[in-house]
Nanobody, 127 residues
Framework: QVQLVESGGGFVQSGRSLNLSCAAS????????IGWFRQAPGKEREGIAC????????QYADSVKGRFTIFRDNTKNAVYLQMNSLKPEDTAVYYC????????????????????WGKGTLVTVSS
């Protein structure tokens, strides 16, 4: 089991950017596929980005494609979600989740397949 900690959330105006991080200690995240999910009040959880284990392919939901980028920094043992051109509809609690040797291209951004979850970080985008 890996403990994940998200950070980087906050309150921003529409059109601005935020960079979320998902960090772990004690294990190398490189062998984990990492997904970013979000849940807005009153809405279902949505999978928005995924990066496969060991530098494999990434995948994005249509709602964020072209605006968000998921990437790894193995020197910091972290996975990041760079969010640009934020919109009020991006307001949600953002979670990262992990599963060993996960391939996004094979399984997609599938919450039920993830084994370990962080506690989330809140992103609020004002209009």
């Amino acid at each position: 089991q890996v403990q994940l900690v998200e950070s980087g959330g906050g309150f921003v105006q529409s059109g601005r950017s935020l960079n979320l991080s998902c960090a772990a200690s004690g294990v190398s995240l490189d062998m984990y596929g990492i997904g970013w999910f979000r849940q807005a009040p009153g809405k279902e959880r949505e999978g928005i980005a995924c990066i496969s284990a060991t530098g494999g392919p990434t995948q994005y939901a249509d709602s964020v494609k072209g605006r968000f980028t998921i990437f790894r920094d193995n020197t910091k043992n972290a996975v990041y979600l760079q969010m640009n051109s934020l919109k009020p509809e991006d307001t949600a609690v953002y979670y990262c989740a992990a599963r060993t040797w996960y391939s996004c291209s094979v399984y997609g951004i599938f919450a039920q397949a993830m084994h370990d979850w962080g506690k989330g970080t809140l992103v609020t985008v004002s209009s």
